[in-house]
């Protein structure tokens, strides 16, 4: 983890680039339905939040990934109706830290689209600082019930972590500190399993990261724990025949 001393010098160069980072601490600041009002011209109407619980939303997930298997492509927007509709206030069912991986877009695999999902990805599927503050806004200001910590086959991020531990490799730039919080998984994966290392890395890696979460978050997201409101999963996606593996999923 980063530490959260960087996260006002960050947020200054941002505002100050753009203003929008600016932006997003006031309205965070501001009760989400207040907010929504205020910000809604007269004639465009705030959807109501979901009332899904995270079951529901878990449930949906998984329907999702079952249409994705079918065929089913995700709803279409072509006259811009669910565009109009979100476009003062967002009520997805979902966070989901996923990797960057370009074979696995999470709105596809799970059937899901405008307004729905609430991803962070990167590659490995870590949380560092800012992929914590993005799920605690989540969860904290949209209410987001579900949090899905999602890994893949060969994922190339847990590939290169795996060869730092067995073969003392090295990578250029900043590649060696991004696979860094994934080598505890990998040593995690060779004492536990002798199987596949790589496969078991990426499913220790996300059941590292989703008992982190579990234990470590900050009370925004612990209370809704307990209070049943939230619940964090871990999955796997299989490259091969497209199925979305949940576990963890207490
Ligand atoms: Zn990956």
């Known amino acids: 983890m980063d530490d959260y001393q960087g996260k006002d010098k960050g947020l200054t160069r941002r505002a100050m680039m753009g203003g929008t980072a600016l932006g997003f601490a006031a309205a965070a600041a501001a009760p989400l339905a207040s907010r929504a009002s205020a910000l809604a011209p007269p004639d465009v109407a705030v959807p109501a939040p979901p009332s899904l619980t995270p079951d529901q939303a878990l449930a949906t997930l998984k329907r999702g990934n079952r249409d994705f298997l079918s065929g089913k492509t995700p709803r279409q927007d072509g006259d811009g109706r669910r565009r109009l509709e979100i476009a003062r206030a967002q009520h997805p069912i979902a966070v989901l830290v996923s990797c960057s991986d370009s074979r696995v877009p999470p709105e ?143």
């Not at 730039?173 to 002798?194: H, N, Y």
Request: with cysteine.
């Open 108 to 250: 596809l695999l799970f059937g899901r689209g405008l307004g729905e999902l609430f991803i962070i990805r990167n590659a490995g599927n870590t949380i560092d600082t800012v992929a914590m503050g993005s799920l605690e806004y989540a969860v904290a200001e949209l209410n987001v019930p579900l949090v899905v910590v999602m890994g893949h086959e060969r994922c190339g991020a847990v590939a290169a972590a795996v060869s730092v531990v067995e073969d003392g490799a090295t990578f250029p730039g900043s590649i060696g500190q991004m696979v860094e919080p994934i080598i505890p998984a990998v040593l995690d994966a060779r004492r536990a399993r002798p199987g596949d290392l790589l496969d078991a890395s990426v499913r220790a890696n996300v059941s590292r990261t989703v008992s982190r979460l579990r234990q470590f978050s900050e009370p925004m997201v612990l209370d809704r724990l307990r209070q049943k409101r939230l619940r964090i999963v871990g999955a796997r996606y299989d490259l091969d025949d497209g199925t979305v593996d949940f576990f963890d999923e207490a």
